[in-house]
Structures are given as C-alpha cells and as structure tokens.
C-alpha cells in the first residue's frame, strides 16, 4: 500500500477552476494506476479519472472536458486540474493508488484501488 495526501480544495463559484494534488509518502506510485474519486452524503464513491503507468488517461462521462489528470513521477504526484466547475461537482475527492497489474475494465471501480488518502472538500457556491 501507499499513504497518499491530497491538498487543493476548498469553495469556488460556478464557472471556477480548482487544482487537487495528490502526494505519496513513497516512491512506488511510479508503477502504478494513480486516480480519483468523489463522495457526496448519501451516495457511493464515484469514480472521477485515472491515469495509467504510460500515459493512458481516463474520465468520467461527467467530467470528461473540464477536468484534467496529470502524473508528475519524478515529485511523486498526481493532479487533478478542475475547470468550468458545477455545482453537483461539490463532493469530498480522494486520490487514490491501484496495482500496476489492473485493468482498463477495472480502474473504474473503487475496488480495484488498495490506498486511499483521506480527502478533501470541494465546494461548487455562489
């Protein structure tokens, strides 16, 4: 497993932008699928993007234009960069880390994730 920090949140209007981090403890997140998920009272966690070891970047049918996953291995640490935020964006988001050996299929399901950090806010108000 892998301890994870994210960092970034907090309240922004309609329209805004928001850059989540997410950074590990230890190295080993090189070999690894890094990605996000979002939680809000009542609801399942909901997958939000995942990034691949070699590049491959996937999103969220909801999020998919506005919002941007970035690996940057060499400060063990991944992004989220939110633009054009909406008010059902507001959620807690958790960076999490799942083995290199998972799937495309798999990636979308927290299931498939063994490291979670523990959160942060985002809040989508005027």
């Known amino acids: 497993q892998v301890q994870l920090a994210e960092s970034g949140g907090g309240l922004v209007q309609p329209g805004g932008s928001l850059r989540l981090s997410c950074a590990a403890v230890?190295?080993?997140?090189?070999?690894?699928?890094m990605g996000w998920f979002r939680r809000t009272p009542g609801k399942e966690r909901e997958f939000v993007a995942a990034?691949?070891?070699?590049?491959?970047?996937y999103y969220a049918d909801s999020v998919k234009g506005r919002f941007i996953i970035s690996r940057d291995n060499a400060r063990n640490t991944i992004n989220l960069q939110m633009n054009n935020l909406k008010p059902e964006d507001t959620a807690v988001y958790y960076c999490?880390?799942?083995?290199?050996?998972?799937?495309?299929?798999?990636?979308?399901?927290?299931?498939?994730?063994?490291?979670w950090g523990q959160g942060t806010q985002v809040t989508v108000s005027s």
């Open positions: 999490a880390a799942a083995p290199s050996s998972v799937i495309v299929s798999e990636l979308y399901w927290s299931r498939a994730y063994d490291s």
């Open positions: 230890v190295r080993t997140t090189n070999s690894r699928t």
């Open positions: 990034a691949r070891r070699f590049g491959g970047t």
